[in-house]
């Protein structure tokens, strides 16, 4: 079966560039998150969608964040505009149902560079 | 809120050797407790989870023990390979809710 995939792995822009991270979910799954991995401030979760919903957005650290889920198979999360601060690797992880029983399944993450 | 410590790391260690990483928590109510290992370059993985007091997740020859009493759930591994290199992350879900809350990860070197 296809993991989570997202896309690009690697990207490497300007500052002010609007940046477009996008995430396919494993099939059937219903929850969708997105997560910013920095050294200093470690794995944070920025927002998690239910069945194509934003629940929480409560980690998006402030309004040149967006993220939207158009259908279950599609998830985009945008910065713009992208500053040299928010350098980091982005992952987006899918889960069947909701609670400590259902694994989040992460994809292998986009490692964005913002010069 | 919710938190989790972690030893700092790098953790480098001869294959064969024993493996601890420690992992405390500060929860509200009763988490269930996860250990997640990434390699270079990969995602995270589940490598095990416990959801309540005194039960032992297990997976791949690691181990780790819900303690309550001490609020831990630290890994352990009898014997590391090389293979095991990776950096491991500890976990925790409240209720049944969604959000982990991760510690800082430990990174783990193991050398022949």
């Known amino acids: 079966d296809a993991g989570v995939i997202q896309s690009p792995r690697h990207e490497v822009t300007e500052m002010g560039q609007e940046v477009t991270l996008r995430c396919k979910p494993i099939?059937?799954?219903?929850?969708l998150f997105w997560y910013r991995q920095t050294m200093m401030r470690g794995l944070e979760l920025l927002i998690y969608?239910?069945?194509?919903?934003?629940?929480?957005d409560s980690g998006m650290p402030e309004d040149r964040f967006s993220a939207k889920m158009p259908n279950a198979s599609f998830s985009t999360l945008k910065i713009q505009p992208s500053e040299p601060r928010d350098s980091a690797v982005y992952f987006c992880?899918?889960?069947?149902?909701?609670?400590?029983?259902?694994?989040?399944?992460f994809g292998d993450g986009t490692r964005l560079s913002i010069l | 809120g919710n938190s989790v410590t972690q030893m700092e790391g790098p953790v480098t260690l001869s294959e064969e050797a024993f493996l601890t990483i420690n992992c405390t928590y500060t929860?509200?109510?009763?988490?269930?407790l996860f250990w997640y290992v990434q390699y270079p370059g990969e995602g995270l993985q589940l490598l095990l989870k416990?959801?309540?007091?005194?039960d032992k997740g297990s997976n791949k020859g690691f181990e780790a023990t819900y303690r309550k009493e001490t609020t831990s759930f630290h890994l352990e591994k009898g014997s590391v390979q090389v293979s095991d290199s990776a950096v491991y992350f500890c976990?925790?879900?409240?209720?049944?809710?969604?959000?982990?809350?991760f510690g800082t990860g430990t990174q783990l070197k193991v050398e022949l």
């Open positions: 416990a959801t309540k007091a005194d």
């Open positions: 929860a509200t109510g009763y988490p269930s």
């Open positions: 969608f239910n069945n194509n919903v934003p629940i929480d």
């Open positions: 992880a899918s889960s069947l149902r909701a609670g400590p029983n259902q694994p989040q399944h």
């Open positions: 976990a925790l879900i409240t209720g049944g809710g969604n959000k982990l809350t």
């Open positions: 099939s059937g799954h219903d929850y």
